[in-house]
């Protein structure tokens, strides 16, 4: 690995520039590159490397010499273990440029305990021992290691993507354990196997990584133990910050505005509903072509035989405009679509209006119980999982109000706080129609630790949609689950009606203020009418 001749060389260097000097070296002996600094500034050739290959190792060892007697640093370790290097070696630097001890540490395979280290630290030993090791050897009994492990694996892991979830804490206590949560529930609804999920404190989110080189490499070690391939940050990410946290982990990096989109692609069953997602996607993606994974990395301005900078012209520009291209063609096509079907559903409502049948819409924070109470109070077996965005395209039946008659009750797509722009741009459309309805009935989770919170976020999205002027009615569902001191708080603070839409309880006394909301909204409708009336005949 080392002779003595590579390794007088390095430490009479080291001595005479005052810093660390590393070499990287193949397994033919062959030194590949030469970096001054600490390892993490070592220069790598550009090896991808992916999951399906991680039975093996690097093929190279990172050898170096420390001008300051001192063992294997933190940020030598990370490098060994983030580049699947071989080995790595520190020698110290005696008087005279001398080699001193050396430090050896190799990775040690995978396993279940996480207490364990990703590496073996050797003993200090001398320049002359480490000559006769036989890294070969060593090298070929670890991999072995890791393929049998590999091999374990995958015949127990099923299809199902195994994630590791972050949520960043700027301060804000049980909102950010909420969000977690949130995040918990996005990520199963989604398919997702969760393996470890942490609350990361910091009151200021670092500009490149969000969370710091030092937790990235920290969750970077959960993953390998834990045989993740994703990582899944609790809030959006610019495209840069995906790269770079890309970069440094080499998994997979889901941010939660792409979760929520994935979730609603996989949900979509109308042909509205799946053109509204497509287009929130491509938006999404729009902006993240430059750089997806290495593919568009290099890609910069400037066409063939024109300025720009080296490396950035050539047939790469022309892939990228034509992508961009594409998708811009494709999001015009989207929203032209989309006009022509709004304009044929805004007709389909002026039919149902002139049938003078009331219109309930149910609106409320996903999985709060909209579906389940729709079938209770419809008779009907309307789709209704314990998952979030089980319902996207809305969904309209008929029931029957006691001393009234028939009444349609519409369900619609569950809002969430912080819904990504593009989706909510995206699903405006769809919720056009609440403004034609007589009453919104707000369905809230009151066994939910953050239904203050869930209720704020529904009204401020009703606020931003102008239905502020439509009678509202507030239905605390899941009452039987809720501790009954907050569903007491809950009652004083925001009013509402108890009720549990799985087992029908308390539906009687809904329907009778449903009736009295319709009634009352219908009154003051051929009020105005009679005044505009009114108004007409004294202007003639």
Known sequence: MVTPELARSLTELALEINREVCVLIDRRGRVITVSVGDASKTEFPNLERRREAEARLRGLWLVHAHPKPAPLSKSDLSTLFLNRLDAIVAIEVKAGGIPGNAHLAHLTPPNAKLEEEDWRIYAPQTVQALELWDIAANTRALEEEFTRTQTVRATKRSSEERAILVQLDRGSGINAESALEELTELARTAGAVIVYKELVFRKFAKADTLIG????????????????????????????QAREIESATNLKIIDRNQLILDIFAQHASGPESKLQVELAQLQYMKPRLLGQGTKLSKIGGGAAGSGGAIGTRGPGETKLELDRRRINDRITFLEHTLRDLNNRQQERRKSRLKSGIPNVAIVGYTNAGKSTLLNALTHSS??????????LAPTSRRGYLPDYGEIVFTDTVGFIRELPTDLKRAFRSTLEELHDVDVLMHVLDASAEDALERHNAVESILSELELDGIPRLLVLNKSDSADPFDMDLLEERLGGIRVSAQNKLGLPELKHAILSAVLEHRARLETIFLEEQQAKLAYA
């Open 382 to 391: 309307v789709l209704a999982e314990n998952k979030l965005f089980a319902t």
């Open 213 to 240: 080189r030092g937790k990235l490499e920290e969750l970077t070690s959960r993953a390998y133990h834990l045989d993740a391939d994703v990582l899944i940050f609790g809030e959006g990410l610019n495209p840069a």
